[in-house]
């Protein structure tokens, strides 16, 4: 691969004369394709148990998705920082936001309701204390369970129990919610906020504050 200055890359990438343009379009890509595939064999654990040739392809992949893109915003390089590690950001947000995007597409809200029943496996809420519970306070939080599961279940809309449930419970991204939900992520929030101040009134209304509930859960 060829060193080059920023003033070179953005005159070579943008060269009419394929002579130029093309040997920096393979360096560029190759550079961007090694420090994806270092970034997705040693820093993320989630693709550790992946066969090597599948994280070389994902390489291959997100640096092609990313030459397009460097190439799409070659007027915003401001000449800030190298042209390469400027190029590199953007390959790295391309494939953080690949792989998060590969995450969720098999997320379906058919998780969140069977024939409009609420499915209480949702509400397994995050309650991993590092000591034992007592029965008194297992059997509490049981009892407070029930009532959230019938809170989700009752107080809320169809849309608006699946995007807590999504959200909230499932942890998909608010992005991939709204897409699923067929709106934007301002309709979104709006969405959520409703749902909240459901569920609070709800929960009040059977003598369970938030603070309790967050007192009661977040106790390690």
Known sequence: ??????????????????AIRAPALEDLRER??????????????????????DVQQMAEDFAQDALLKVLDNLDSFRGESRFTTWASKIAMRVA???????????????????????????TAM???????????????????????????????????RAAIVASALEGVPLQEVAR??????????KLIHDARLKLRRYLEAKGVTMDYVMDLFGSQ
């Open 96 to 122: 953080i936001s690949e792989l998060r995007r590969v995450r969720w597409k098999d997320y379906s809200l058919e998780t969140v309701t069977a024939e409009g029943e609420y499915m209480p496996r949702t």
């Open 180 to 189: 699923m939900l067929d709106t934007n992520t301002n309709a979104l929030y």
């Open 32 to 53: 961007l394709r090694r420090g994806l595939h270092f970034y997705l064999s040693r820093e993320r654990s989630d693709l550790a148990d992946r066969p090597h040739e």
């Open 1 to 18: 691969m060829t060193d080059r200055t920023n003033e070179e890359w953005l005159a070579h990438l943008q060269s009419e004369d394929k």
């Open 126 to 160: 995050p309650a991993s204390p590092s000591q034992p519970l007592g029965p008194e306070e297992a059997a509490e939080r049981g009892d407070v369970m029930q009532i959230i599961e019938e809170a989700i279940a009752e107080a809320l809309t169809d849309r608006q």
